[in-house]
């Protein structure tokens, strides 16, 4: 494709990776159910192929927020534009993410999250890009440690586009500069 300057993560490291995680969190949640909520729009491919890898009983909730922009950014203040459609009280909860960057936007869906009372509440990530981090997130599963690059693919997406590439790369400077 065009747009693709360096493939970061092939399809074949992203799904061998992806397997290793669903074992060990297959592992650790043994005997118990799991409710994976998934961070929309990036984390739908992930979600999807993990869950494959899972032996514990599933359910699957979803939530999508939106940042408010820089000025606000930097309290980390998101707005939930999609809520869970399920309560997790009681229940063993781990959020489902495509990435983490500032670690603003986990943050405080952590506070939000363990006010409503889950069993036990963990994340995993595919990709941790610590380079760029401002509050600390405890991460219990980490796909990838990656570079401070702007990367799309398996569910980044760049404008929009590019969430269904199978692997991850990043894009040309010329299409940043065409805008
Ligand atoms: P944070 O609050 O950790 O800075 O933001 C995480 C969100 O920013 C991710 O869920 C993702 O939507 C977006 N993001 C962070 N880094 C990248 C990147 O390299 N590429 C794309 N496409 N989105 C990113």
Do not use: W
Request: charged letters at 25%; one cysteine or more; glycine letters at 6%.
């Amino acid at each position: 494709m065009d747009i693709v300057e360096r493939i970061i993560l092939s399809e074949e490291q992203i799904q061998e990776r992806i397997k290793e995680l669903g074992q060990d969190i297959s592992r650790d949640y043994e005997g118990k159910s799991i409710t994976l909520i998934c961070i929309l729009k990036g984390g739908l491919m992930f979600l999807c192929d993990l869950s494959k890898h899972l032996t514990p009983l599933v359910e699957y909730d979803f939530m999508s927020v939106s940042s408010y922009g820089d000025a606000t950014e930097s309290s980390g203040v998101v707005r939930i534009t999609k809520d869970l459609e399920e309560s997790i009280e009681g229940k063993h909860v781990l959020i489902v993410e495509d990435i983490i960057d500032t670690g603003l936007t986990l943050n405080y869906l952590l506070k939000n999250l363990h006010s409503r009372n889950p069993a036990s509440l963990e994340i995993c990530t595919l990709l941790n890009k610590p380079a760029n981090r401002k509050v600390e997130i405890p991460v219990k599963y980490v796909g990838f440690e990656v570079p401070n690059a702007f990367l799309v693919g398996y569910g980044l997406d760049f404008k929009q586009l590019y969430r269904n590439i199978p692997y991850i790369f990043t894009p040309k400077p010329e299409y940043y500069e065409n805008d």
